[in-house]
C-alpha cells in the first residue's frame, strides 16, 4: 500500500509541473518535476522517513530528483507547504513563512519583510548570520541562535568551515538582462498572468510571470505583489528575480537618487552595478535605463 503523505507531496510536484507548462516554463524543467512526482509516488516507504534517516542526501540517491527539487520535498515534508507552488499560483505570503519560523511573531516578520526586504527562508538564514538582525529590536542572542537552529535543520544546511567558498550570485549583468527581458515581454503583454490572491480586490489577472534561462540557471521573474510596493506605488516598478529553483532571489529596481538615479539596479548591490555601468556599451546602458 503506498503512503498517503507521499502522494501528497507528489500531488504537490505535479502541480508545479503544471503551473510551471502552464506558463511556458522549459520543458526540461517541467519533466523534471514530473518524474519527481512519479518517483514519489511510487515509493515503498514515507519519503518523511527518509528524509528523517538520511537528509536531503537520502532523497538526492532517489533515480531522477536533484538537489533543487529534493529542497523543495523537504519543505513539503517539514512545512507541509512549498513557497514556489505558492507564488506560482499567486498566493505567495512571504510574511506568513517568515512566522513559521518559531520566534518570529507577526511584527517581526512584517519588520523583516519590510524593512530588510526579506522574503525568504534562505534569506531569513543570511541575515542571521550576517548581523542585520542584530539591528531589529527585540533580537536577542538566544532568539537568534534559536532561529539559526531552526532554519538550519529545515534548509539541510550542513555547517560549512570557516572561510569556505560562499554560494556564487549570478552576475549584475545577468541580473539586469533577465530583468529587461521581463520587462520588455510584460509590457508586450506576451507573458502568461496569474492572479495574486493579496492586494487584488477586484481578482484581476495582473501579474506576468516569466520563466527563462541563462546558461544552467532557471529564473522566475515577476513584479513585486509585496505590501511594501503596493505602499510606495512601486508594484510595476520593483522586479523580484527567483533562481535555483526559488530558493535564491534578487530584486530589481528603478534608482532614484545617487549617481545611477533613472537606471535599473540590483537591490544590495550598487557598488557592482556602479562598474557594471562605467564598462558596459552605450547602448547596452540604454537598455537598462527605467522606461
Same mark, same amino acid.
Given at each position: 500500500?503506498?503512503?498517503?503523505?507521499?502522494?501528497? *507531496?507528489?500531488?504537490?510536484?505535479?502541480?508545479?509541473?503544471?503551473?510551471?507548462?502552464?506558463?511556458?516554463?522549459?520543458?526540461?524543467?517541467?519533466? !523534471?518535476?514530473?518524474? =519527481? =512526482?512519479?518517483?514519489?509516488?511510487?515509493?515503498? $516507504?514515507?519519503? !518523511?522517513? *527518509?528524509?528523517? +534517516?538520511?537528509?536531503?542526501?537520502?532523497?538526492?540517491?532517489?533515480?531522477?530528483?536533484?538537489?533543487?527539487?529534493?529542497?523543495? *520535498?523537504?519543505?513539503?515534508?517539514?512545512?507541509?507547504?512549498?513557497?514556489?507552488?505558492?507564488?506560482?499560483?499567486? $498566493?505567495?505570503?512571504?510574511?506568513?513563512?517568515?512566522?513559521?519560523?518559531?520566534?518570529? /511573531?507577526?511584527?517581526?516578520?512584517?519588520?523583516?519583510?519590510?524593512?530588510?526586504?526579506?522574503?525568504?527562508?534562505?534569506?531569513?538564514? =543570511?541575515?542571521?548570520?550576517?548581523?542585520?538582525?542584530?539591528?531589529?529590536?527585540?533580537?536577542?542572542?538566544?532568539?537568534?541562535?534559536?532561529?539559526?537552529?531552526?532554519?538550519?535543520?529545515?534548509?539541510?544546511?550542513?555547517?560549512?568551515?570557516?572561510?569556505?567558498?560562499?554560494?556564487?550570485?549570478?552576475?549584475?549583468?545577468?541580473?539586469?538582462?533577465?530583468?529587461?527581458?521581463?520587462?520588455?515581454?510584460?509590457?508586450?503583454?506576451?507573458?502568461?498572468?496569474?492572479?495574486? %490572491?493579496?492586494? +487584488?480586490?477586484?481578482?484581476?489577472?495582473?501579474?506576468?510571470?516569466?520563466?527563462?534561462?541563462?546558461?544552467?540557471?532557471?529564473?522566475? =521573474?515577476?513584479?513585486?505583489?509585496?505590501?511594501?510596493?503596493?505602499?510606495?506605488?512601486?508594484?510595476?516598478?520593483?522586479?523580484?528575480?527567483?533562481?535555483?529553483? /526559488?530558493?535564491?532571489?534578487?530584486?530589481?529596481?528603478?534608482?532614484?537618487?545617487?549617481?545611477?538615479?533613472?537606471? %535599473? *539596479?540590483?537591490?544590495?548591490?550598487?557598488?557592482?552595478?556602479?562598474?557594471?555601468? $562605467?564598462?558596459?556599451?552605450?547602448?547596452?546602458?540604454?537598455?537598462?535605463?527605467?522606461?
Amino acid at each position: 500500500m503506498r503512503d498517503e503523505h507521499n502522494a501528497a *507531496i507528489a500531488s504537490r510536484l505535479d502541480e508545479v509541473a503544471n503551473l510551471l507548462e502552464e506558463q511556458g516554463a522549459n520543458p526540461y524543467r517541467v519533466a !523534471a518535476y514530473r518524474r =519527481a =512526482a512519479e518517483r514519489i509516488r511510487m515509493l515503498d $516507504e514515507p519519503v !518523511a522517513e *527518509i528524509l528523517h +534517516n538520511e537528509g536531503l542526501q537520502g532523497l538526492m540517491r532517489l533515480r531522477g530528483i536533484g538537489e533543487s527539487i529534493a529542497r523543495s *520535498i523537504q519543505l513539503l515534508v517539514v512545512l507541509g507547504r512549498l513557497p514556489m507552488l505558492e507564488r506560482l499560483r499567486g $498566493e505567495s505570503d512571504p510574511e506568513a513563512l517568515l512566522r513559521s519560523v518559531p520566534g518570529i /511573531g507577526r511584527k517581526l516578520a512584517e519588520r523583516f519583510h519590510d524593512e530588510l526586504g526579506i522574503a525568504s527562508l534562505v534569506e531569513l538564514e =543570511a541575515a542571521a548570520h550576517d548581523g542585520r538582525l542584530h539591528d531589529i529590536a527585540g533580537i536577542g542572542e538566544k532568539r537568534l541562535a534559536g532561529i539559526r537552529d531552526v532554519l538550519a535543520n529545515r534548509l539541510g544546511r550542513v555547517r560549512e568551515p570557516a572561510g569556505s567558498a560562499a554560494v556564487e550570485e549570478p552576475v549584475v549583468a545577468e541580473l539586469l538582462d533577465v530583468d529587461r527581458e521581463y520587462r520588455e515581454k510584460a509590457a508586450a503583454g506576451v507573458l502568461h498572468r496569474i492572479t495574486p %490572491r493579496r492586494f +487584488n480586490p477586484t481578482g484581476k489577472a495582473w501579474l506576468s510571470v516569466l520563466h527563462t534561462r541563462r546558461g544552467t540557471r532557471e529564473y522566475t =521573474a515577476l513584479f513585486s505583489n509585496s505590501a511594501r510596493a503596493h505602499r510606495k506605488g512601486r508594484t510595476r516598478d520593483w522586479v523580484v528575480l527567483y533562481y535555483d529553483d /526559488g530558493d535564491r532571489q534578487s530584486t530589481v529596481i528603478t534608482a532614484t537618487h545617487g549617481l545611477l538615479r533613472g537606471r %535599473r *539596479i540590483v537591490v544590495g548591490r550598487l557598488a557592482e552595478c556602479e562598474q557594471y555601468y $562605467e564598462t558596459v556599451k552605450p547602448e547596452a546602458q540604454t537598455l537598462a535605463t527605467a522606461a
